[in-house]
Structures are given as structure tokens and as C-alpha cells.
């Protein structure tokens, strides 16, 4: 029997730390090779690791919110600790995940630099008592420990100081789904609330920057520090873009979001006007040119603000555009972008006019030199040929970075996707 240690692995994209978010397995637990160990998150997603070995865990090498380095040990593990009679049932390759109906079902674990993924036919051997363990009886009262398949979910109860299993949870068999988390929540503020009204006094409350928002917070703080940025703005006629849509989806019976035509008309912009889809090598005094345009797409999603990327979008129809977009927004409620779709990106789009407001002044996605937002669609007066008329109207806002280009690029750039808003159908041909 020997010792084995995990170490954390290359998570790509140069990173080289990562937070622990949720330990998958505990001291004594058996786990197989491929099996998913822990749940970590860097600068770019969360994500879980798979053990390359098979034993016996001996050490969990950091804890919950601990920041570990690259090739530092995650586990320990007794490789040879078990019997091959006593792990038969696990095999290799297989992940223990929930389908719609709560019911655990096996998957092919997660693909890292330097590991792969066997092909499975039986299913990952379960510690006693289950995954998720049965209720415990102490001194005449059962301790609750609910099924809790979403990491995001344990994450999200944790961070808020408590542990979700021991919630009544609302899905199928009695799963914690996070709308659980959030009553919870919800309900014990309103507790505190209640008591501090009735001691007639109020305290202030304070929120610990973890997790994925201290990334937010670092990634955003560094593209403020690091890049001198100009922003310029511009209304926009956008009456004609709005009848283009309908005239898509009366001729084709397909539908074409808004974000996804003024994506294509950007990806063209981008192929005018290249130094805005550049970054700077600080290091060699360079400025880079991108021969692929990377389209980012900042969106809200639960875990926070991130820019989910599709890669080489000079290169695709409309149509597979639009697929390649709405692909990304089916994954922006969760948040659980692989780390693959958040790398890269090259330039951003950001439609926070879905938000209700009209102008924003955006901080750029460093290491990108711009990024476009597009305000509300409403209805304002507009003059069409000496006239007044109701036009729906937009506002445009372009953020850049003053070191890769002057006013008259930016502005070559904004006025090039205002033209093609306002005249789609020959942009599009």
C-alpha cells in the first residue's frame, strides 16, 4: 500500500490557484479513479476534479474557502487500502448526478488537462448510508440530511451559515433545490428583522466577499487600475432592426433575437475597425491584434456577472451565431459555463437593456480593449425626412481602451453598427 497525493491539476487559461467550494469525499471514503473528489472555483467557473487515483482517502489537504495553488495536494490517498472484493461495484470514469426527477443517475466525469474519462456500465459504489446519508436518530430526535445535488446550491447555503441538507427540501424526493436556500434565508432574516424591531434597535449588515463575487471584485478592480478608458455613446434609429426580426420569423419561422443581429453586425464592425478586438501585452510593450473574433456576451447569472465567450464568430452564418448565443443564454441562469466557454473572449457585447435602463458606462473585460452596450428598445419621438414621428429608439455606448486606439477608430466603429441597425437588411446581405 502506498500514498498518493492529488495534486491540483492545470486548470488552463494560466491559471494557477483555485478555491475549495465543497469537499466530495471525507477521510476513510473509497473513491475510484475519476471520481469527482472536490468542487473548485477560480477566476474563470466552478468546476469538480476528478481523482486519479483509486484507494482510500486518507487526508483532505485544505479546507472549505482555503486558496490553493497549482500542484499544491488536494487529498491523500492509501492506493492499495482496499480489497478489490470491497470497491467492485465502482468503477472507473463515473459521476454520481441527478436527472429531472431527483434520481441519481451515472455520467462521465469531468475531462481536465491530463486526466480522461472511461466508458461506464455500472455505477459508482455508494458509502453506507447513501451519498447523502440517512437520518440519525439523537436522543429521540432525527437529525435531517435532505439530498443536495447542485453544488451551487450547498455553496450558496454555506456562505450563508448553514448546512443545506438540513433543510426540508421541495423537490423530488425531498431534494434541496435552491429556491429552499433562498426561503431559508429569507426566513431567517426576517427572524432577526422581528427581533430587532421588537429590541427597538437595528444593526448593520455585513456580507463577506467570497467566492465568486471577490473574483468579480479582483477582475474588475484590475481592468480599472490597468486600462485608461474613454466611453462615447450614440441614440440609435432602430425602428427598421425590430421589422427585420418579424420579417425573419414570418419568412423563415425561425426566431432572431436583437442580440443576436447587432452580434453579427459587431463581428463585421470588429473586421472594419481590428484594433478594438485587441488586448495589450503590458509585459512586451505590444499591442495584439486577434485575428479571431471571440464574442463575449456579459451575463447575469446566478453565481454573478459572467462573459461566456463564442469563439471565432467571424467565421459563422447568422444562424449559426444565433445558435451559438442562444446555446450560452440556456446556461445563464445556472451559471455553469465550462471553463472553456468563459476563455478567450476578445471583445463584449453587453445588452443591458434587458435590465430597463438606457446607458451604462461599463468597466471593460480585461484583457479585451472594448466593449459595446446596447440600452433599451423604446418608443421616443425621432425626425424621419423633416418629420416628427414615434421610431423606436436605442442607445448605444462603446467603452475603449485609449491606449489601443483614438476617438475617430471608436467612433468609426459605433457609427458603423448604428448604420447597420438602422439599415439591417443590407448589412445582413
Known amino acids: 500500500m502506498t500514498t498518493e497525493r492529488f495534486l491540483l491539476p492545470d486548470l488552463g487559461e494560466g491559471l494557477t490557484e483555485a478555491t475549495i467550494v465543497t469537499w466530495l469525499v471525507q477521510p476513510g471514503d473509497t473513491v475510484a479513479i475519476d471520481q469527482p473528489v472536490v468542487e473548485v472555483e477560480s477566476a474563470k467557473s466552478s468546476v469538480e476534479l476528478p481523482s486519479p487515483f483509486a484507494g482510500q482517502v486518507e487526508e483532505l489537504c485544505a479546507a472549505v474557502g482555503d486558496v490553493v495553488r497549482k500542484d499544491a495536494p488536494l487529498i491523500a490517498v492509501a492506493v492499495g487500502a482496499v480489497a478489490p472484493a470491497a470497491s467492485a461495484d465502482i468503477v472507473p470514469g463515473t459521476a454520481l448526478r441527478a436527472d429531472a426527477g431527483g434520481r441519481e443517475r451515472s455520467a462521465s466525469g469531468p475531462v481536465l488537462v491530463g486526466y480522461g474519462v472511461t466508458e461506464s456500465t455500472r455505477r459508482l459504489g455508494r458509502p453506507a448510508g447513501g451519498r447523502f446519508g440517512r437520518g440519525r436518530r439523537h436522543s429521540g430526535e ?31 424526493g425531498s431534494l434541496v433545490l435552491r429556491e429552499d436556500v433562498d426561503a431559508a434565508i429569507a426566513a431567517r432574516d426576517r427572524a432577526r428583522r422581528s427581533e430587532e424591531e421588537a429590541a427597538g434597535q437595528a444593526s448593520d449588515l455585513r456580507i463577506p466577499i467570497t467566492g465568486m463575487r471577490k473574483l468579480i471584485a479582483d477582475h474588475l478592480t484590475l481592468s480599472r487600475r490597468t486600462i485608461p478608458e474613454a466611453t462615447i455613446w450614440l441614440d440609435v434609429d432602430a425602428t427598421e432592426l425590430v421589422r427585420a426580426k418579424e420579417r425573419l420569423l414570418a419568412s423563415t419561422g425561425e426566431r432572431y433575437s436583437l442580440t443576436a443581429l447587432i452580434a453579427r ?140 486606439c483614438d476617438g475617430d477608430v471608436a467612433s468609426g466603429f459605433l457609427t458603423y453598427v448604428a448604420r447597420c441597425m438602422q439599415e439591417p437588411l443590407v448589412a445582413l446581405l
Open 142 to 172: 432525527t437529525t435531517r440530511h435532505s439530498p443536495v445535488v447542485s453544488p451551487i446550491v450547498r455553496k450558496r447555503a454555506r456562505d450563508n451559515g448553514f448546512d443545506a441538507s438540513q433543510l426540508a427540501g421541495t423537490g423530488p
Open 265 to 404: 453586425f459587431v463581428v463585421s464592425g470588429l473586421q472594419k475597425y481590428p484594433a478594438l478586438n485587441s488586448s495589450v501585452d503590458d509585459t512586451a510593450g505590444e499591442i495584439v491584434q486577434h485575428a479571431a473574433v471571440n464574442l463575449g456576451l456579459a451575463a447575469q447569472t446566478s453565481r454573478g456577472l459572467m462573459v461566456p465567450v463564442v469563439h471565432d464568430a467571424q467565421a459563422m452564418s447568422l444562424r449559426v451565431l444565433r445558435d451559438a448565443i442562444g446555446d450560452l443564454v440556456t446556461h445563464a441562469e445556472r451559471g455553469d459555463y465550462p471553463p472553456a466557454a468563459l476563455a478567450g473572449g476578445t471583445f463584449t457585447l453587453n445588452n443591458y437593456g434587458a435590465f430597463g435602463v438606457d446607458g451604462s458606462t461599463p468597466i471593460i473585460n480585461h484583457p479585451e480593449a472594448a466593449m459595446l452596450g446596447l440600452g433599451r428598445v423604446i418608443d421616443r419621438p425621432w425626425v424621419v425626412a423633416g418629420e416628427l414621428a414615434v421610431r423606436k429608439v436605442a442607445t448605444l455606448s462603446l467603452v475603449f481602451d485609449h491606449r489601443v
